[in-house]
């Protein structure tokens, strides 16, 4: 091979590898810090009005576990995990990953540390509301490492998606059942998600993007 082709293929690989290297690399689980802050616009097919913005703020973080205040306007509904909308101004349980505990005794493991491209995790998870009982199945991988644009800037992420299972019953023979996609775009420098899509066809179709944040 003549000399100028090994040297335009070395040029090539050294501008390559940076981008490469980043998309191998595993993303470990981040250290949470009390003032930490995630500001989404939070948009829901079925309740909320367009344009809600809420923040969520560390308060508290302990050996095992991350409490965070979350707070938006008034006029606004504002769910965490699933279509159901929690109060403003709550604070709200989460594990040192920042997997939320939804109105159940184990967090909803929506991120498994540490991240590559590849990995895949299942989990059984059980969660009560309003008399409802639901036993969900959940299968989540990370599909992609890529970069994502959000008013809050551009930001090189792994876009994890699960896909969520559910069985749900009620005293009185109710019964309701259905399967759900949640597709997150984690990005290390927020230690959170910039974007995520939750769509369930039978109740709400849920959006959250990042326009600001402040992390420690």
């Known amino acids: 091979m003549p000399k100028r082709s090994y040297f335009l293929l070395a040029c090539f690989w050294f501008a390559a590898a940076p981008e490469q290297a980043l998309a191998q690399a595993n993303a470990e689980r981040p250290t949470f810090r009390v003032g930490d802050t995630w500001r989404y616009e939070f948009g829901n097919s079925r309740y909320a009005k367009p344009g809600c913005i809420y923040a969520v703020s560390v308060e508290r973080v302990t050996k095992s576990n991350v409490y965070a205040r979350v707070e938006f306007p008034d006029g606004c509904e504002v769910s965490m995990t699933t279509s159901y909308p929690i109060a403003s101004g709550s604070v709200q349980k989460f594990d040192l990953s920042l997997n939320h505990f939804h109105f159940s005794n184990t967090p909803y493991r ?18 009560k509301l309003n008399g409802w009982t639901y036993d969900d199945e959940v299968a989540g991988s990370v599909e992609s490492f890529e970069k994502l644009t959000t008013s809050a800037g551009v930001f090189d992420t792994y876009k994890i998606r699960l ?24 990005a290390p420098q927020v230690k959170n998600f910039v974007k995520r899509s939750y769509v369930d066809g039978k109740w709400a179709n849920i959006t959250r993007e990042l326009v600001s944040f402040e992390v420690k």
Do not use: C, I, N
């Open 110 to 127: 929506a991120v498994d540390f540490p991240l590559y491209v590849g990995k895949a995790w299942t989990q059984k998870w059980k969660w």
């Open 163 to 186: 896909v969520r299972t559910y069985r749900g019953s009620k005293t009185g023979d109710h019964t309701q059942s259905g399967k759900l996609e949640d597709t997150f775009w984690y």
